[in-house]
Nanobody, 123 residues
Framework: QVQLVESGGGLVQAGGSLRLSCTVS????????MGWFRQAPGKEREFVGT????????YYADSVKGRFTISRDNAKNTVYLQMNSLKPEDTAVYYC????????????????WGQGAQVTVSS
C-alpha cells in the first residue's frame, strides 16, 4: 500500500514563500511520477505541476509557471513544492499524488493521493 503524507502548509502574506513536502511510503518511489494539485474553496481541483520519476522532467500549469518549483529526493521518498511570490488566489488545499503511468495533468492519471495541506495567502 502506498501512502502519501503532506506537510508544510500554513498562512503566509502575499509575496511570501512556502514549501510543501510530500513523503511517500514504499520502496518504489522513483518509479512514480509525482503531481501536485490544488482545490480552492468552491472550485474544482486543478493541476499545479508534475515531475518525472527521475526528477529530470517537470511541467507546470501556466498559473504557477515561474513561481512554483517541483523537486524530489528519491533517497528520502519525498517530493517538494516550492512556492514563491504567492498570491491570494493561490489559497487552496494542496494535494500530492503518485502516478505509475508517467507524467500527467489529469486527476485520473494518478493512483494515490495525500490528505491535502492548507495554504492560505493573505493580502
Amino acid at each position: 500500500q502506498v501512502q502519501l503524507v503532506e506537510s508544510g502548509g500554513g498562512l503566509v502574506q502575499a509575496g511570501g514563500s512556502l514549501r510543501l513536502s510530500c513523503t511517500v511510503s514504499g520502496r518504489t518511489f522513483s518509479s512514480y511520477a509525482m503531481g501536485w494539485f490544488r482545490q480552492a474553496p468552491g472550485k474544482e481541483r486543478e493541476f499545479v505541476g508534475t515531475i518525472s520519476g527521475s526528477g529530470g522532467r517537470t511541467y507546470y500549469a501556466d498559473s504557477v509557471k515561474g513561481r512554483f518549483t517541483i523537486s524530489r529526493d528519491n533517497a528520502k521518498n519525498t517530493v517538494y513544492l516550492q512556492m514563491n511570490s504567492l498570491k491570494p488566489e493561490d489559497t487552496a488545499v494542496y494535494y500530492c499524488a503518485a502516478s505509475a503511468s508517467g507524467l500527467g495533468i489529469f486527476e485520473s492519471w494518478y493512483h494515490y493521493w495525500g490528505q491535502g495541506a492548507q495554504v492560505t495567502v493573505s493580502s
